[in-house]
């Protein structure tokens, strides 16, 4: 396959790099509007084209496919475009700045036959595959809750709050290990700094009693990437930045036993073992853009398609509207 990346800022490079090492695809032009960008891209891939003309890149001829990895902003028409080209589209997360817009990419994609798929990276990397299949073989038994937190300092971005910068990530995670729709969102936040939050809390409400909290913040002193996955049976504890042992699992509980009457309610605390399971040691975005190819090859439909990126869209713009509410609730 033939691909055209448009954007080569701070996740460009890696895509390009990794399309270019993947058997049965190739790099063929490459467009960013930074002079600087485009002289990185030249001195790297000399053989390459670049451009600072996107529409050069999505007319191509010789291009099955184009990799959209630019600001959401940009998202909606570069990857209309691309389909209206009779282009395959690879697009950054967020997929798109708003619901309406991608359900409008959805549609044409059908009507031309071409694929979308969103880059939801960590759901190749072999502790979301291996939580989720944890989770299908009911190892944790019923989710009561999802809880995560994913701060830094930093990267400030000047076009989205860090909402819509972080927590797509947590959200395509949620949504691929949890498998229900959301019934409502309530999310709290303040900006210090340039106009948008940097510092966000969002709640999100499933059925069957299942919450989702997910702290996102630019202004931490310290880098945490740690979420925890309660059961019925079991508790899960994901720390992506262990070099071993990320992912650990507690054979601990809670069970409950009501005989005549709410006072005589009784609370049993059980502790187990505590196990960590082998991870499979993969590079999640080769691992992602070698299933994309599959998908369009094989004419598939990827799992992390238009439609799952659009259900990330819609929770983040019922966080929006909440947080311009100061926390009110938003149903989806």
Request: charged share 20%; with cysteine; hydrophobic share 40%.
């Amino acid at each position: 396959m033939n691909f055209g990346v448009i954007g080569y800022g701070y996740w460009g490079p890696n895509i390009v790099r990794n399309l270019m090492t993947l058997e049965g695809s190739q790099v063929c032009a490459i467009a960013d509007l930074s002079p600087t960008a485009r002289a990185r891209a030249q001195k790297a891939y000399p053989g390459v084209t670049v451009t600072p003309n996107a529409a050069e890149v999505i007319t191509s001829p010789e291009i099955d496919a184009i990799a959209v990895i630019s600001p959401v902003w940009t998202h909606y028409e570069l990857a209309k475009a691309a389909l209206e080209n009779g282009k395959h589209v690879f697009v950054e997360k967020p997929f798109t700045s708003t619901a309406a817009q991608g359900e409008e990419l959805i549609n044409l994609a059908l009507r031309k036959n071409l694929k979308i798929m969103v880059d939801h990276t960590f759901l190749f990397t072999g502790a979301v595959r291996r939580i989720a299949q944890l989770i299908d073989q009911g190892e944790l038994g019923s989710l009561y809750y999802y809880d995560s937190t994913r701060v830094n300092l930093g990267l400030f971005q000047h076009d989205i709050n860090v909402l819509w910068d972080l927590a797509p990530h947590d959200l395509s995670i949620m949504d691929y290990l949890i498998k229900a729709n959301p019934e409502g969102v309530v999310a709290t936040g303040e900006g210090h700094l340039n106009g948008h939050e940097d510092v966000a809390y969002m709640t999100i409400y499933f059925p069957d009693r299942v919450i989702a909290h997910i702290n996102v913040n630019w202004l931490s002193p310290v880098k945490v990437r740690t979420t925890l996955i309660g059961g019925e049976k079991r508790m899960l504890v994901w720390n992506d930045l262990e070099a071993d042992e990320k992912v650990k699992i507690y054979d601990k509980g809670v069970q409950i036993t009501n005989q005549e009457g709410v006072y005589k309610l009784l609370v049993n605390y059980r502790s187990g073992d505590m196990w960590s399971p082998q991870l499979e040691q993969v590079e999640a975005l080769q691992q992602e853009l070698s299933y994309f190819v599959d998908c369009v090859s094989a004419g598939k439909e990827p799992f992390n398609n238009g439609p799952a990126g659009l259900r990330v869209v819609k929770m983040l713009e019922a966080a929006s509207q909440s947080l311009s509410k100061k926390g009110s609730l938003v149903y989806l």
